[in-house]
Each structure stands twice: as structure tokens, then as C-alpha cells.
């Protein structure tokens, strides 16, 4: 790797993550590598390949730091040019790494290392691994005394200090919520764990927005496990009282933009607002759509569930065209492609039921609005363009495409997916101008021609490699997944409606 291509990847790297959650100074990395490649530059032709791992152990303490930041860009990126290099820079930290887990802490760079670690592995889409690394990166700040906010005061020095520490406090809890959330596993640490920082040192309005949305959550926590149990009250108020909440909160967060202001917005790339700010609107409606699925189930309550018809349906179709556009006209949802890919799965499991309470409740379609069925078609076929793109590097995007392809069966036999749809004609594609040539030949086929999705969903069997290789991506490399074999998914065994109620945890 030259010097170039370092400096642009730690670049990529303060867009990625440094916007979300500065750990690291960034020019101080940057500054670093610098010096270090000047070293190399200065030594005799046969050292020049690369400094010795020991000599930069032993010479800068930012060793592991730098090659987490540039393994986690590559991996952000997901090229086949990018996975050699990846490969040689895990093969490189991960004996240090190891060496950090085993030992005790002596500084808050071990723990900024650690939860480094863990983005990585949120980024290789193993979130369990990611969930691990935030809880022992937590143990290690308490070891240090640092989750104690009286000893924070007596052991750090300076404003610099207090600050880093401050950063490292918040998104260690940010991220055990998230992660927790999404493996569905307990969170690694309570309330009470560390003394929450004051606003002042959190210096990024994601944290800060997030820390805020933390702190309401746990007033309406209680009745979001209600609802996605399906135990909502009839008369709505507990909904009704968390749907403000929430809309106080987006506003105060990201401004006075909704859904339907983000879709006019990303149609103009000069016009798209910060990622954080895109992020957050389109977290706080995923809580919504967490809210909304129960009212499609089986046994809902037929009132209640009417009401929430056209609010489920105006939130999915805009989500998925924010989602859509971003992925079309702009390199945001590629680079953060883990940050919103169960945003796309939570928006597609609520779209998949509210179709199957309208076929199950036929008396109620006189209720839609009207093109409401090419609506439905639209929005499949983007979240089938979206997730299509990235099914030779991302696990969980392999599994939603299978999803999506064995509901296509369904939605077909229901006569939802239209042939405006399937030939990528519909208004909602042309809105955003941006349609790839190849998707539309691809969909057209499986839509055109319904025999190539009846699927036996009780012994399914993937598509072969050569079909998981979209257009414009490589194949998947032969070690792919974790400890260098080839992973299967197994996960997809039930029938469309099982899989929807039990196989998509809360945090997809």
C-alpha cells in the first residue's frame, strides 16, 4: 500500500466512522503513517517492504489503531481489489490484538483498540463478535477507573483527555444498545454502569443526538417490547404517546426535514444533507416500523389495525426510496452499507406484512389509496435492486435477497408485482432517474417468468456463485466468511410467514 492510498483510506475511514464516533484524531493518524513511510523511505531497498511489527510496537503505540482504521475502510468498501490487502492487515494486528485482550489495561488507547475491533466485525457483518468486543472494551475502561466520573476527574489532566474519555464513554454504550439490539443478546452493561459524561465533552451531534434518544427510550422501552410482542394496547394511546416522543426527538436531532423532504433532497447530490443526519431520521422511523408490524399480525385488532393501513404504508414506501436514492446518487450507503442494511430488512418485513394482512382483509383494499398496489410493486423492486448489489459482500444482505426472492412468488401470485414494475417503468423508479440496465433484465426475467421463483422454501437451496455475482461486483472469494471457510447460511429453512415472526429479530 503506498503512502497515497493509506492517507486516502484514514480519509475514508473519519467518513465511515470518525463522523459517528471520533476515537482518533484523525490528522494525528495521518501524521503518523506519514512518519512512518518516511522511515521506510530513509532504510536500505531490502527493508523497504514494510516496517517490522515489533520495531512499531515498540516505537508508537498507535500500531493496532491505525491498522483497525484501515482494515475497517477496506472492508467498508468491499472490492475484490481491497480483500488481499484486508487479509495481510488482519494477519498483521490480530496476534496484537489477542495480546490486548489477554492483558490489562494500561491506557485508553487499549480500549479505543478494542472497540475499534468490534466496528470491524460489525463491518464483516458478525455481530456477535462486534457485541463481544464492546462489552470487553467496557471492562477494560472500568479497569482504568474511567466508567467512575468522580475518578475521571482525579485521573485526567487535561480538557483533551476528559474529552477523549467522554467519546469513548458514550459510544460504548451507543454501540452495546445497537448491537445488542440487533444479535439479540443483553446488553453487556445497565444504566448505571458509567456516570454519563457531561453534554458539553460530546462534541459530535450523532452522540449527542444518540445519548438523548437513549435517555428517551427507556421512558417508552417497555412499551415498544409490548408492541413488538403484539401486546399493544386497543386504544392506542401507548402508540400515539411514543410516535410524539419520537417526532420531538427527530426534529431536535436532524431539523424539521421528514421522510418525503429526505426524497426531494437526495434526488440532487448537491443538496444531500451530513450522513449522521440521514442516519438518525431514518433510525427514528425504524422504531416506528417496529411499532407497526404487531398491527398486521393474525390476531390484531381489526380497528386499530385499519387505522395504521395508510401510516404503515406512506413510512415503508418512503424509506425505501431514501434508501434507494441514497444507494443511486451518492457513495453514503455503499461506504455505511452496515449502518443502514437492517434499516432496508425492518422496512421490507413491514411491507411483507402489511401485504399479508391486506390479502388476508380483502374488504379493506376499498380503504388504500389509490395506486396503492403499484406502490407495493415499486417498493419491492427497489429493495430487490438495493440488496441485489450487494449479495457477494454482505451476509446479511444474502439472506433479505433470498427472502425477497421467495416472496416474490407470493406477491406475483397475488398480482401485486406488475409489469410497469418488472420492467423498472414504475413512477417511484423513474422519480430518482437512476435505474441499472442490467437489474431491470434481471427482475424482468424472475418477475416475467414466476416458474424461476417457486421456490420449495422447505428445502431451499441457494442460488449457484455464479448467479451471486451481480454486475460491477466480484464473486465471492473462497475463504469467505470467518477462519477462512466457506459459511453457509442455514437460517433460511422456514416458510416466508414463520421466518417473518421469528426468524427476523427486532434489531433487523
Not at 484514514?10 to 465511515?16: A, H, I, R, T
Not at 444533507?273 to 393474525?298: D, G, K, M, Q
Not at 413512477?427 to 437512476?434: D, E, F, H
Not at 477462519?483 to 417473518?500: I, K, P, R, V, Y
Amino acid at each position: 500500500m503506498s503512502l497515497q492510498d493509506a492517507v486516502r483510506l484514514l480519509l475514508v475511514y473519519q467518513e465511515v466512522v470518525g463522523e459517528f464516533h471520533p476515537l482518533v484524531d484523525l490528522n494525528d493518524l495521518i501524521g503518523r503513517v506519514r512518519a512512518w513511510y518516511t522511515d521506510i523511505d530513509t532504510t536500505s531497498p531490502d527493508q523497504q517492504e514494510s516496517p517490522s511489527q515489533s520495531t512499531m510496537l515498540e516505537a508508537d503505540e498507535k500500531f493496532l489503531i491505525i491498522h483497525l482504521a484501515l482494515a475497517i475502510t477496506l472492508r467498508a468498501e468491499s472490492t475484490s481489489s481491497t480483500s488481499e490487502i484486508e487479509k495481510t492487515l488482519q494477519h498483521r494486528f490480530q496476534d496484537v490484538l489477542n495480546a490486548k485482550l489477554a492483558s490489562p489495561a494500561t491506557g485508553i488507547k487499549d480500549v479505543i483498540a478494542v472497540l475499534l475491533a468490534g466496528i470491524y466485525y460489525f463491518f464483516k457483518d458478525m455481530l456477535r463478535s462486534a457485541w463481544r468486543m464492546c462489552g470487553t472494551a467496557g471492562r477494560l475502561l472500568m479497569e482504568l477507573g474511567l466508567h467512575n466520573g468522580d475518578v475521571s476527574k482525579h485521573i485526567l489532566t487535561s480538557d483533551a483527555q476528559r474529552q477523549e474519555a467522554a467519546i469513548v464513554v458514550c459510544s460504548i454504550i451507543v454501540l452495546d444498545r445497537q448491537w445488542s439490539a440487533a444479535t439479540g443478546l443483553p446488553k453487556n452493561f445497565q444504566d448505571s454502569s458509567f456516570d454519563p459524561p457531561p453534554v458539553t465533552l460530546i462534541v459530535t451531534p450523532y452522540l449527542k443526538a444518540m445519548m438523548a434518544f437513549l435517555a428517551i427510550s427507556d421512558k417508552f422501552g417497555d412499551s415498544i417490547s409490548r408492541a413488538v410482542k403484539g401486546e399493544m394496547d386497543n386504544d392506542n394511546d401507548a402508540y400515539e404517546l411514543l410516535n410524539f416522543q419520537l417526532e420531538q426527538w427527530r426534529k431536535k436531532a436532524v431539523g424539521n426535514y421528514s421522510l418525503r423532504e429526505l426524497r426531494a433532497l437526495l434526488a440532487d447530490p448537491a443538496l444531500t444533507p451530513p450522513s449522521w443526519a440521514i442516519l438518525l431520521n431514518l433510525r427514528a422511523e425504524s422504531v416506528r416500523t417496529l411499532v407497526l408490524r404487531p398491527c398486521f399480525f393474525p390476531d390484531s385488532d381489526g380497528e386499530t389495525s385499519k387505522k395504521q393501513v395508510h401510516p404503515a404504508l406512506d413510512l415503508v414506501e418512503n424509506a425505501i426510496h431514501v434508501l434507494f436514492s441514497l444507494e443511486a446518487n451518492t457513495d453514503i450507503y455503499r461506504k455505511q452499507h452496515p449502518y443502514y442494511q437492517h434499516l432496508l430488512t425492518s422496512s421490507c418485513a413491514l411491507n411483507f406484512l402489511l401485504i399479508s394482512y391486506v390479502e388476508r382483509k380483502r374488504s379493506i383494499l376499498t380503504t388504500l389509496p389509490p395506486g396503492a398496489g403499484s406502490s407495493l410493486s415499486s417498493i419491492y423492486h427497489m429493495a430487490l435492486s438495493l440488496v441485489e448489489k450487494y449479495i457477494s459482500s454482505s451476509p446479511a444482505s444474502r439472506r433479505l435477497w433470498r427472502r425477497l426472492l421467495e416472496m416474490g412468488e407470493t406477491l406475483s401470485s397475488l398480482g401485486i408485482l406488475s409489469d410497469d414494475g418488472a420492467t423498472g417503468n414504475n413512477q417511484l423508479t423513474k422519480n430518482v432517474n437512476v435505474q441499472s440496465e442490467s437489474w431491470k433484465a434481471n427482475s424482468s426475467r424472475l418477475v416475467q417468468n414466476p416458474g424461476n421463483l417457486r421456490i420449495n422454501h422447505r428445502n431451499f437451496t441457494p442460488p449457484s456463485d455464479e448467479y451471486l455475482q451481480p454486475p460491477g461486483h466480484g464473486g465471492l472469494p473462497s475463504n469467505y466468511g470467518t477462519g477462512g471457510t466457506t459459511t453457509t447460511d442455514n437460517s433460511f429453512q422456514l416458510g416466508w410467514a414463520e421466518s417473518l415472526l421469528f426468524e427476523w429479530p427486532s434489531g433487523d
